[in-house]
């Protein structure tokens, strides 16, 4: 994932952070309670860093739009249980089916026990965008006339890139 500190800065010169600090009693074995809290602070930093202002967001597209990545089984366990679960005794679990969840395999070292939270909601900005490094051209042409037909074997060749932008779209939770 891209760039995640607390001194971005808003388009107005206001400084934000897309790290939420967690207490976990065990940063490797969040609860499903644990797990619940960070992801409604990571939500309430996702949309206090928002640049779509001069919009309506309704909440149910956030939910919606939610994609969060975690890194290790303890971690997925508990936000699977979090994702799927229909209660958890009395208290009805609001986050049923609110996410989309990814697991990275091939965390770096120190994240294995950080979040990251993804507000990807339809038609809205992203923490990455493709660019065009060369445009497609083409590689190789049968000039020769050589093999004399109606085919003539080409290939086509392009460079495409991804670049961090928009860092209001995630957030990384740490959990301590």
């Keep these: 994932m891209g760039d995640f500190d607390d001194a ?3 388009p107005d010169g206001t400084l934000a952070s897309n790290l939420v600090n967690v207490i976990r009693a065990d940063p490797a074995t969040p609860d499903v309670i644990e797990v619940r809290e960070e992801l409604s602070a990571a939500v309430d930093r996702l949309m206090a860093n928002s640049i779509l202002r001069d919009e309506l967001v309704r909440s149910d597209e956030v939910r919606k739009g ?3 990545f975690v890194r290790s089984q303890k971690v997925w366990s508990a936000y699977e249980k979090l994702r799927t679960e229909k209660s958890f005794g009395a208290d009805p679990n609001l986050w ?3 996410f989309e969840l990814v ?3 091939k965390p770096k070292v120190g994240t294995e026990n950080t979040v990251d939270v ?3 909601t339809p038609n809205g900005p992203r923490p990455a965008i493709f660019v065009v490094s060369r445009e497609p051209q ?3 042409f049968d000039q020769s006339k050589e093999f004399a037909s109606r085919y003539i074997p080409f290939g086509m060749d392009a460079m495409y890139g991804v670049t961090p932008a928009f860092w ?4 990384r939770v740490l959990p301590t």
């Design 8 to 10: 971005h800065q808003h």
């Design 66 to 68: 939610l994609v969060v």
């Design 96 to 98: 049923q089916n609110a």
């Design 103 to 105: 697991r990275d395999f």
């Design 118 to 120: 993804v507000l990807a």
């Design 138 to 140: 083409g590689l190789k």
């Design 168 to 171: 209001q779209t995630a957030v």
